[in-house]
């Protein structure tokens, strides 16, 4: 049975591995784990609310229709990105036996009503279609936003993972040198310079515009850790927010796992798209196992 599902949760299983799976709470559609032949890929808060309680600490958390906070008309009431993450979504069903793929929705009559209100006084008719599909070496995940209203609205879009490492003082990130970053803790912008991220301390990045021909890897002691695929997801958050601010969250635990995470959420976050009537938007991100290092210059 490559599909498992019960009333808060949807698993895949590899056909050709049962240890490769993923599980995907019904609550956020988040996707809390994913392993691959009994190895986890994602980071998950052990202190984590798994009872729709709060927006769950780890794993990929969607974000949607507002990146962090906005005081642009329309999203100024939103909590910190948006409802996706907080709303109840429908299992669709399994779409292909193998990979095994299933989807997901949301419109307004699953949105969360107390969040959604607050998105334009609610008055969005919207359809979000999320489709994740495992792989033997690979987790993919795409979302389609279709309005489906009588006028044009505005959202941004972020997929927010959370990817496991082994030691953060260890890990870099790759291939972005040379692009325009906007530094969130120094209230800045500026052109990377750095010829790889590397973490000693809290760091809290949008990286704009970064051409989806370029691939992001995690890389430890010189190993590539995750390969991060992009398809119409210009914007990459880089997040590790270290002692201090994972120990003002009540959610992240162990206190020292800072050291065991790196977020890289690629998203569209720098400006609003706008969809017309009747219009659709797709994303997706792809997340490989791949050994070669790979570098590409601006
Ligand atoms: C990141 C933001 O995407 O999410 C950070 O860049 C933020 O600024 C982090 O702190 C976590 O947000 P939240 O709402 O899940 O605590």
Same mark, same amino acid.
């Given at each position: 049975m490559p599909i498992e599902a019960s009333d808060d949760k949807v698993e895949l299983i590899s056909p050709e591995n049962p240890n490769t799976k993923v599980s995907v709470l019904l609550y956020g559609a988040t996707i809390t784990s994913w392993t691959i032949e009994g190895v986890e890929q994602l980071w998950l808060s052990s202190a984590a609310k798994l009872d729709g309680s709060r927006p769950v600490r780890g794993g990929i /958390?969607? *974000?949607? /229709?507002?990146f962090g906070k906005s005081s642009a008309p329309g999203f100024d009431q939103l909590p910190q990105h948006g409802f996706a993450r907080n709303s109840t979504w429908e299992f669709l069903g399994q779409t292909r036996e193998n990979p095994p793929t299933v989807q997901f929705?949301?419109?307004? !009559?699953?949105?969360?009503? !107390?969040?959604?209100s607050k998105w334009d006084n609610g008055d969005n008719d919207f359809t979000l279609l999320l489709t994740i599909e495992l792989q033997p070496d690979a987790l993919?995940?795409?979302i389609e936003v279709a309005n489906s209203d009588?006028?044009?609205w505005k959202f941004n879009w972020l997929f927010h993972t959370y990817l496991a490492v082994n030691d953060i003082d260890d890990t870099l990130v790759n291939n972005l040198p040379g692009e325009t970053c906007y530094d969130q803790l120094l209230a800045e912008t500026y052109e990377e310079k750095a010829p790889a991220i590397d973490f000693n301390g809290e760091l809290d990045r949008i990286y704009q515009n970064v051409s989806c021909e370029k691939l992001l890897q995690v890389i430890e002691l010189g190993? *590539?850790?995750h390969n991060v695929e992009r398809r119409n997801l210009p914007d990459v958050v880089v997040w590790n927010p270290w002692a201090n601010k994972s120990a003002g969250m009540a959610d992240f635990e162990p206190k020292d796992g800072f050291h065991k995470m790196v977020c890289i959420e690629p998203g569209h976050v720098h400006d609003f798209i706008t969809l017309e /009537?009747? !219009?659709s938007w797709t994303g997706s991100q792809i997340i490989r196992k791949g050994d070669a290092i790979k570098l590409q210059a601006i």
């Amino acid at each position: 049975m490559p599909i498992e599902a019960s009333d808060d949760k949807v698993e895949l299983i590899s056909p050709e591995n049962p240890n490769t799976k993923v599980s995907v709470l019904l609550y956020g559609a988040t996707i809390t784990s994913w392993t691959i032949e009994g190895v986890e890929q994602l980071w998950l808060s052990s202190a984590a609310k798994l009872d729709g309680s709060r927006p769950v600490r780890g794993g990929i /958390p969607l *974000v949607f /229709p507002v990146f962090g906070k906005s005081s642009a008309p329309g999203f100024d009431q939103l909590p910190q990105h948006g409802f996706a993450r907080n709303s109840t979504w429908e299992f669709l069903g399994q779409t292909r036996e193998n990979p095994p793929t299933v989807q997901f929705g949301l419109g307004p !009559e699953q949105a969360n009503r !107390e969040v959604y209100s607050k998105w334009d006084n609610g008055d969005n008719d919207f359809t979000l279609l999320l489709t994740i599909e495992l792989q033997p070496d690979a987790l993919i995940t795409t979302i389609e936003v279709a309005n489906s209203d009588s006028k044009a609205w505005k959202f941004n879009w972020l997929f927010h993972t959370y990817l496991a490492v082994n030691d953060i003082d260890d890990t870099l990130v790759n291939n972005l040198p040379g692009e325009t970053c906007y530094d969130q803790l120094l209230a800045e912008t500026y052109e990377e310079k750095a010829p790889a991220i590397d973490f000693n301390g809290e760091l809290d990045r949008i990286y704009q515009n970064v051409s989806c021909e370029k691939l992001l890897q995690v890389i430890e002691l010189g190993k *590539v850790v995750h390969n991060v695929e992009r398809r119409n997801l210009p914007d990459v958050v880089v997040w590790n927010p270290w002692a201090n601010k994972s120990a003002g969250m009540a959610d992240f635990e162990p206190k020292d796992g800072f050291h065991k995470m790196v977020c890289i959420e690629p998203g569209h976050v720098h400006d609003f798209i706008t969809l017309e /009537p009747g !219009e659709s938007w797709t994303g997706s991100q792809i997340i490989r196992k791949g050994d070669a290092i790979k570098l590409q210059a601006i």
